[in-house]
């Protein structure tokens, strides 16, 4: 008994130490706190979604879902290949481009009306804080942040580590501009050395006028936050993006609900949306949408064309790597969606609705 409790004690303050390193950001307090605390969407201590979202579906346990994503031997999880990319050059685009480069996963670099901006970069290769035990996929790490120009404006859609990535985070803060992110989320920032004046914490149906050119609206998503044992202290958003020629939805992590349909009525019909597209399963069906309901929710939105996302660098479900993108064009094979498939890197044009992109993923085992 003695023993047992001597390695409980040991095991316990071996985690409280490694937890207060600063990768894990640090929980909102002071006025910041007390700003959250006004939020209609913040209740019982905890930010809620709209409607009733159990981190699990019903039937299923921690216990399992972890022996499962540890110990399931299901084959193609990671691809034998290394994943496909192009190397734009970034820093030299021309300026009156409006264009898109994807990052693999939910990282992607955009540029409207001269405007640069950058969501949920991750170029550290590795999803976890703890170091190499969710590493990105051979490949898909073509990028790093030398490769980035200034950025004016970096949106982030939540805290969790596959969009807020400390190393990269750090990394970046000369060339960052700006930042727009959810509230309690800018306690991370100031707490790895970010000026607060250029900090800009919002709640859902906000909005944020950048110049005459564009405008940004926050709105609701249906997932969850966190960074370590404590949960939704931040706030998750999307965002929705209009500029004098096109209308942009980015929707972060998402499960699916009704609220595509009214973000869709409100600020729809969108040229382009961005749905989080991968790293699925029945087992947690509330925070992350099945292939199926993707498409649904762009139909919802009345998106023109549909970027599927959260897809191709990390492997954090028990689906194959290449499922979500091969899933959801099977599903789509009436074409009813136009959906938009580039490789890491290659450039997606804004302005051509009619841009052509291969089934890429079809070639790697």
């Given amino acids: 008994m003695i023993i047992t409790a001597s390695l409980l004690a040991t095991v316990s303050g071996a985690s409280l130490l490694y937890l207060q390193q600063a990768k ?25 979604n709209l409607s009733n979202t159990p981190a699990l579906t019903e039937g299923y346990n921690y216990a399992k879902v972890a022996s499962e994503l540890m110990f399931n031997k299901k084959e193609r999880r990671t691809p034998k290949q290394a994943i496909p990319n192009v190397k734009t050059n970034l820093i030299n685009l021309p300026k009156h481009e409006n264009v898109l480069v994807w990052f693999g996963h939910s ?3 955009l540029q409207i009306e001269g405007i640069s901006i950058l969501v949920d970069p991750v170029f550290s290769g590795n999803e976890s804080p703890i170091p190499g035990s969710v590493k ?29 990535d400390y190393e990269t985070i750090r990394q970046i803060k000369p060339k960052i501009k700006s930042i727009i992110c959810g509230l309690g989320v800018g306690e991370h920032f100031e707490h790895w050395g970010y000026d607060a004046k250029i900090i800009h914490e919002k709640d859902w149906n906000e909005k944020v006028e950048i110049n005459h050119k564009l405008i940004i609206h926050t709105a609701p998503a249906r997932h969850f936050s966190g960074r370590s044992f404590k949960r939704n202290n931040t706030l998750w958003l999307s965002f929705i993006l209009k500029t004098p020629t096109l209308n942009l939805y980015l929707g972060g992590d998402s499960g699916y609900d009704s609220h595509f349909a009214e973000i869709g009525k409100e600020f729809g019909p969108f040229d382009l949306a961005i749905l989080e597209n991968g790293q699925y399963d029945e087992k947690w069906k509330y925070i992350h949408m099945q292939p199926a309901e993707v498409l649904q929710a762009s139909k919802d939105l009345g998106a023109k064309r549909l970027f599927p996302v959260h897809s191709s660098k990390f492997k954090l479900a028990n689906h194959a790597w290449d499922e979500p993108l091969s899933k959801i064009s099977q599903l789509n094979q009436n074409k009813e969606t136009e959906l938009v498939t580039p490789k890491i890197g290659e450039l997606v044009n804004l302005s051509n609705p009619k841009q052509v992109f291969t089934a890429w993923w079809e070639s790697i085992k």
């Fill in 136 to 164: 990105s996929f051979k490949g898909a790490d073509a990028y790093q942040v030398s490769d980035l120009p200034e950025i004016d404006l970096l949106l982030i859609s939540h805290d969790h580590y596959d969009h807020l």
């Fill in 107 to 109: 990282s992607y670099f």
């Fill in 24 to 48: 894990f950001g640090k929980k909102p307090s002071g006025k910041r706190l007390e700003r959250l605390k006004q939020s209609k969407n913040f209740v019982d201590g905890a930010f809620q």
